[in-house]
């Protein structure tokens, strides 16, 4: 009998696609097991997102808000579990889910914010060193991160000769409209580098090339000497590909593990906003290659690219207990 498991998420314009992205790498895993998957949510003014699901084959199916609807209909669907990673969701939902007889997987990051579930799954860094509100298994730390076949598949791509290459992107939506003015400070530097932002909003960035939402985004990842990003879920890819990073946040989740990362010396810090401060690290970056490199470095390693297989045997022994 094929086990059935439904992912309920969101992605959207504002409020990004991060979710979505770690949801479908846990998916290509199940999928590769013969598991049936089905995402439960919307996805809202993001094509690239809705491709993410679209060429991969995986439905999505709208979600009610209410904990009972969701959990009638993902009995009616004949699901053998369900993960869920929102945080706009109500903090019964796991609760009700469990009492119609269906395991719960919670994707967290750091507070669970009252959801109750039969396993937690929080991949940010240091986080199996950090204290946990509820009780219950929990898989903890970067060796969970869930990561999609196309940066599993890649390696870092020859250093060529020239300026550096830099890479500059917030999510696949830039939910909180900052590309510009990262791309700003990068060109505030005044030093040569070859730029490209990713951003769903075209604007005239001077030397940077601006392009929109790309699933050749793993490839540029690779390819890049430093990337500028906010510390999301992007950060785990990076991780594994060893490539420098210079962070921000747009968020307050994404603290705890900007902060963990600068700590650990694995990206430099930009703090919150694109200052003079934040300009004149980006110029030491661009400016000192083995600077760069040793923060690729540090964070080469600490994803090992098998979280999401751990994560899967986990939830599957949840789905035929």
Known sequence: MTARVGIRCDAGARSGVGHLVRCVALAEELVARGVEVVFLGEVRDSPWGRAQL????LPLVPAPHEPEKLAALARGLGFDAVVLDSYELAPATGSVLRAAGLPVLAIVDGDPLGQEADLYLDQNLGAEHRPFTLSGPRLAGSSHVLLRDSVRRRTRAPRPDGPPRVLCFFGGTDSAGVARRWADALN?????????VVSPVPFDA?????????????????????VVTAAGSAVWELLHLGAPMALTWVAANQLIGYEELVRRRAAAGLGPAPGPEAVATLAKLLADPAAREEHGRRGRGLVDGKGRERVADALLALAVR
Do not use: N, Q, S
């Not at 679209?54 to 084959?57: N, S, T, Y």
């Not at 005044?190 to 490209?196: A, D, E, N, R, V």
């Open 188 to 196: 505030a530097t005044g030093l040569p580098f070859l730029g490209t």
């Open 54 to 57: 679209d060429g991969r084959g």
């Open 206 to 226: 001077g030397p940077i090339a601006v392009i929109p939402p790309t699933d050749r985004l793993p490839e540029l990842m690779a390819a890049a000497d430093l």
